[in-house]
């Protein structure tokens, strides 16, 4: 896990490519390096250490004339290096080292034979190709500026300022200068027909049982987010089974705003059930509200419930940095493709909530994605998603819809999620726990959060400014004072329009009100913390 950024064109200076890389260092506090070829492109690397901590440095130069800089993690590159590029001359250790060498042997058809999460840029002489990972785990942006350079950059505040326009690269493309851009991430369940698969508890399980093992890949120590919910818990679970087999204790952490935030207690429940060496934290309304401006610079959005649930995420990565874990487990995607949130029992329609998964997964890198991996990067830690498994998302998109509705199982949310992890010979997790109704992250902290940073917000904007609202943002124009607020602090530190529609607002599509909490629905039953 690293901040990448190329810059692709002539006459420009190592020294203020740097400083613009530098802007990302907190992505790679371990060391960085540049690169500059024959014909002018530039390649930096910041660099957070987590597999061949000694040789991994990167850019990575392959067996020729390419050179690289990744981000993310490759969990097939061992397999990689034994088949396909056995032939291969290898440099390091690194799993990143076999994106350049996939590259020189097959050109830009080679995407589809990673097993990962990534955002990398080659450069080979004149040509080069840029690729993201197939749902956007980690970011990637791109632009041009005012000479027709190119720039690739992990982060947009390192070339918002440099580039004339510039956006997100869309996961599950690649871009080179002779193809422009290109899908080669195209499964089957991108068709909401193609959703026709038997329901198989038993595969449900072991597939991701295999997906979080892919992910317990490091040369460092790790760690789980552990908010009590479901996701969180399953993950947990399964780390410290693996974890177990070869002598290893898991690390977990929960945060909320005190000992009897609905979070901290379900998670307290799960450490204790599984064993594992638990550190909860607590922070205070008011120390949330103060972070705010350096949180929308880390996140880079403007989106309410990112704003919302990346705040205690920050604040956990921060104390997670400073007891020396570097990697961490989280629960992202479950919701989206098993259909979790509470908004989606509002339907009776099993193809338009097959739709709306697709709809949520494919939005991902703009939402929970963003929200993962820039909450953490902040502090210099990496969080793997096991849920986001490329094998685990083929197998859950394609079970038949009725068998993910609430309406299915009385209204429980991820009934067969639940069910598959369900084995009462050997439990996975208390039953209290496998069981319990979505809370969103941002809600289970603590309610006050929420209802307190509202009022914080609203007390700062005025009538007039909502009146105003449409003429000042036109773009994505903010309902609530909350909304605007975050809008106003991200208008200064992002003033570029092409800033301002790299976001995504994350809106429930069946929730008749303007707040994306999942307590606003309906359905939703306020915990029992007593």
């Not at 369940?189 to 295999?210: C, G, M, N, P, Y």
């Not at 998670?267 to 638990?278: E, M, P, S």
């Amino acid at each position: 896990m690293c901040g990448i950024l190329a810059v692709l064109g002539k006459d420009k200076e190592t020294s203020k490519v740097s400083e613009l890389s530098l802007r990302m260092s907190h992505r790679g506090p371990d060391e960085r390096d540049i690169y500059q070829s024959e014909n002018g492109y530039i390649l930096c690397h910041e660099r957070l250490s987590i597999i061949d901590l000694h040789t991994g440095k990167q850019p990575i130069k392959g067996s020729s004339s390419a050179y690289m800089v990744h981000n993310g993690e490759i969990y097939n590159h061992r397999n990689l290096r034994e088949t396909l590029l056995k032939d291969c001359s290898f440099r390091t250790n690194s799993d990143s080292e076999v994106i350049v060498h996939l590259y020189e042997k097959l050109g830009s058809c080679f995407l589809d034979k990673l097993d990962g999460v990534f955002a990398f840029v080659v450069i080979d002489g004149d040509d080069y190709i840029a690729g993201r990972d197939p749902i956007g785990v980690k970011p990637l942006y791109y632009g041009k500026d005012k000479d027709g350079t190119m720039y690739f950059s992990s982060e947009m505040k390192a070339i918002a300022d440099q580039c004339i326009g510039f956006e997100a690269f869309p996961p599950g493309h690649y871009y080179t200068p002779k193809e422009g851009l290109v899908r080669y991430y195209k499964p089957e369940w991108f068709d909401h027909k193609t959703a026709v698969e038997k329901l198989d508890l038993t595969a449900i399980r072991e597939s991701l049982i295999s997906a979080t093992k892919k992910r317990l890949m490091t040369d460092v120590p790790l760690g789980v987010l552990l908010s009590g919910g479901l996701d969180s818990s399953l993950t947990s679970s399964i780390a410290s089974r693996l974890m177990k087999e070869s002598g290893k204790k898991l690390h977990s952490f929960s945060i909320g705003l005190d000992s009897k935030s609905p979070d901290i207690v379900a998670a307290r429940k799960v450490a204790d059930y599984l064993g594992t060496q638990h550190h909860e934290l607590y922070f205070s309304i008011e120390e949330g509200v103060k972070i705010l401006k350096q949180l929308i610079w880390n996140l880079e959005t403007y989106d309410v419930t990112s704003i919302r649930a990346s705040t205690p995420m920050y604040f956990l990565s921060r104390q997670i940095a400073e007891s020396g874990i570097r990697v961490v487990l989280s629960g992202e995607g479950a919701d989206e493709m098993f259909g979790g949130y509470l908004y989606f029992g509002n339907t009776d329609s099993s193809e338009e909530f097959q739709k709306e998964t697709i709809d949520r997964v494919q939005r991902l890198s703009t939402a929970d994605c963003l929200r993962a991996d820039k909450s953490t990067m902040a502090h210099g830690i990496e969080a793997r998603v096991p849920f986001l498994d490329k094998d685990f998302l083929d197998l859950v998109m394609k079970i038949e819809p009725k068998e993910k509705m609430h309406q299915t199982y009385k209204g429980v949310e991820k009934y067969i999620l639940r069910k598959a992890f369900d084995t009462p010979e050997d439990p996975f997790l208390p039953e209290e726990v496998l069981w319990r109704q979505k809370e969103q992250f941002s809600d289970g902290v603590g309610y006050n959060w929420i209802d307190t940073l509202i009022e914080f917000c609203s007390a700062r904007v005025s009538e007039q400014d909502m009146k105003l609202a449409n003429s000042k943002y036109p773009h994505n124009t903010p309902t609530t004072k909350e909304a605007y607020y975050y809008r106003t602090i991200f208008s200064e530190l992002f003033p570029q329009d092409s800033a301002v529609k790299t976001v995504q607002k994350w809106i429930p599509k069946w929730q008749d009100n303007d707040d994306p909490s999942g307590r606003a629905n309906k359905s939703h039953v306020k915990a029992d913390i007593a």
